[in-house]
């Protein structure tokens, strides 16, 4: 393929960063994807790897506006046919189990895209093969350390003493990006008070306990929630977690906690044991947690940025290192995959207006959306939080009840679900889409 546009550098070989190296090759753009990890072993394509640590995560959800972007680049199908789909998730009460409301990404009985919930190693093997397939550059083991500018191009110098110089260099290097320093350097991550621990559980031990509820469900206690979704296409293994209150800690004492398993599910065990508020359903999934597979996700966020793209127009970010957003509203992962399929159409205008207006017109767009997003985000993390009595619990209820009583079927939701990345209308001129 003969590659058009500027010489493009991706720092992250994550989900947005090779959902870019896609969306740029399908306008005949080249570009390289470095990544500080590993090259990740073909098995873990077959199962969830349950642990944050080694960087390929535990199972994610999918919501529609992420898979019409996966669907653009051509492997909605290979994601759908493995994970759960589900159109909907029930919130029910501790109390009693009664239903609060239901949840729902697109209107009851209107045809379109499920939300799906898959092994994130699943997806970014797919994202991968199909990176390679298209003859992408992919090297590994590449910390990005600093960048410098080098005349008209900015240089990225490697942990490795290596380096690479590029016209744009787009920075998916996750929450804790080294990108970011070029674009907002005073942006540091904040703890946002809670952290989510969980596992998986065989589905069959659960359901026999309260026959009357559907998965996915999240159940609201007193002290925190709890989520039960499915995460296989025959919804076989369940992906279970709380959502806690805790301190924040040291990045060494958050790593040495989240690699002792026993201690994680301890911690499940003894916030939702017998003599606890929970109903059964949610101690027998805390007891039956497969400690191999216990891992633990510290939520934190970054302050809203100003901006995306450098002053000089040279270094970009996008996904966690723009906006990292905490997972309450399963958004992460579309939200990347919105700016990569946005940010590679904007490159790939054709268009009297420069590259450097065209970026400023993206990032414009996508802090907005962005904004919306987070805005979301802190209402379904605030439901989850723990309240001080019994009263404040039934309130809390009836107001997350009514909310979505007064929303209607999809709950004012489709600015959110229905969001196309291929329709949008361009000031400079055209529409988004792959040519």
């Known amino acids: 393929m003969a590659s058009r546009g500027p010489k493009i550098v991706i720092i992250g070989g994550g989900l947005g960063g090779l959902a870019l190296a896609l969306s740029l090759h399908a306008h005949a753009i080249e570009s390289s994807v470095y990544d500080a990890r590993p090259e990740p072993p073909l098995e873990l394509s077959n199962k969830p790897a349950y642990s944050t640590l080694n960087g390929y995560g535990g199972a994610i959800s999918l919501p529609p506006n992420g898979l019409r972007v996966l669907d653009r680049l051509g492997v909605y199908g290979l994601i759908r046919d493995r994970a759960f789909s589900f159109n ?43 990176a390679i397939e298209k003859g992408v550059k992919i090297s590994y083991q590449k910390k990005a350390v600093s960048l410098q500018t080098k005349g008209t191009r900015t240089q990225v110098n490697f942990d490795d003493g290596s380096s690479v110089e590029a016209d744009l260099v787009i920075g998916a290097d996750g929450m804790h990006s080294k990108v970011r320093d070029e674009v907002a350097s005073q942006a540091v991550p904040i703890f946002s008070g809670q952290t989510s621990i969980g596992g998986t559980v065989a589905t069959g031990k659960l359901t026999a306990l309260a026959p009357d509820i559907q998965l996915p469900c999240m159940i609201l206690g007193r002290a925190n929630a709890f989520a039960f979704i499915p995460h296989t296409h025959d919804g076989k293994e369940t992906t ?9 800690r040291s990045r060494a004492e958050w790593e040495a906690w989240m690699q002792d398993k026993a201690t994680l599910k301890q911690e499940m065990v003894d916030r939702h044991g017998p003599n606890s508020e929970w109903p059964q359903i949610v101690t027998t999934a805390c007891l039956e947690l497969d400690v191999e597979r216990v891992s633990a996700w510290p939520c934190y966020k970054l302050p809203p940025l100003e901006r995306y793209v450098s002053s000089d127009g040279r270094v970009v970010v996008l996904g966690d290192a723009a906006h990292g957003i905490p997972p309450h509203a399963g958004q992460g992962a579309a939200m990347a995959f919105e700016d990569a399929a946005t940010l590679a159409d904007v490159i790939a205008a054709s268009s009297p207006v420069g590259l450097s207006e065209r970026l400023s017109q993206w990032q414009q767009l996508r802090i907005a959306r962005i904004k919306q997003v987070m805005e979301m985000t802190a209402k379904s993390g605030a439901a989850r939080r723990a309240t001080s009595s019994l009263l404040q619990q039934i309130i809390k209820e009836y107001v997350i009840w009514a909310y979505l009583w007064w929303n209607g079927a999809n709950h004012g939701v489709e600015w959110l679900y229905g969001y196309d990345t291929a329709t949008i209308e361009w000031n400079f001129g055209g529409k988004g889409g792959i040519s």
Not at 113 to 129: E, I, N, T
């Open 88 to 130: 909907e998730i029930q919130l029910r009460s501790s109390r009693n189990l009664s239903l609060i409301g239901t949840g729902r990404t697109y209107k009851k009985g209107e045809s379109g895209y499920q939300s799906v919930r898959v092994a994130r190693s699943f997806v970014r093997r797919v994202l991968l093969d199909k």
């Open 240 to 248: 279970v977690f709380a959502t806690i209150e805790m301190s924040d």
